[in-house]
Nanobody
Framework: QLRLVESGGDLVQPGGSLRLSCVAS????????VGWFRQPAGKEREFVAV????????RYADSVKGRFTISRDRTKNTVYLQMNSLKPDDTATYYC????????????????????WGQGTQVTVSS
């Protein structure tokens, strides 16, 4: 009964910012980690970032380090992805995914390890 609902995708100019939200229900926030993935048109899905159940540990793909920040508000059961200095290469459908493991583990970027996925939200970076 775990459910993820995403929002925040939009069209934005290069260099702009956008914040994605992922609201989770059906599971205590303490017991799952949440990852963000993205899939550009015609390409494979790729790992973006992950945060542990407590919100104390994070990990990022090299392509977004220094520009993206993942965080969570446990009082609202919401995980955020703040995206700054956006580039055209960031254009993709973005998904959040939950894993019923409180820790990040050694392989957080393996999409097959996540049990529940959001519907996806489109981010387009263009002039």
């Amino acid at each position: 009964q775990l459910r993820l609902v995403e929002s925040g995708g939009d069209l934005v100019q290069p260099g702009g910012s956008l914040r994605l939200s992922c609201v989770a229900s059906g599971l205590n926030d303490d017991y799952y980690s949440v990852g963000w993935f993205r899939q550009p048109a015609g390409k494979e899905r790729e790992f973006v970032a992950v945060i542990n159940g407590a919100g104390s540990g994070t990990r990022y793909a090299d392509s977004v380090k220094g520009r993206f920040t993942i965080s969570r508000d446990r009082t609202k059961n919401t995980v955020y992805l703040q995206m700054n200095s956006l580039k055209p290469d960031d254009t993709a459908t973005y998904y959040c995914a939950a894993r019923p493991v409180p820790g990040i583990t050694t392989t957080p970027g393996v999409s097959g390890l996540y049990d529940s996925w959001g519907q996806g939200t489109q981010v387009t970076v263009s002039s």
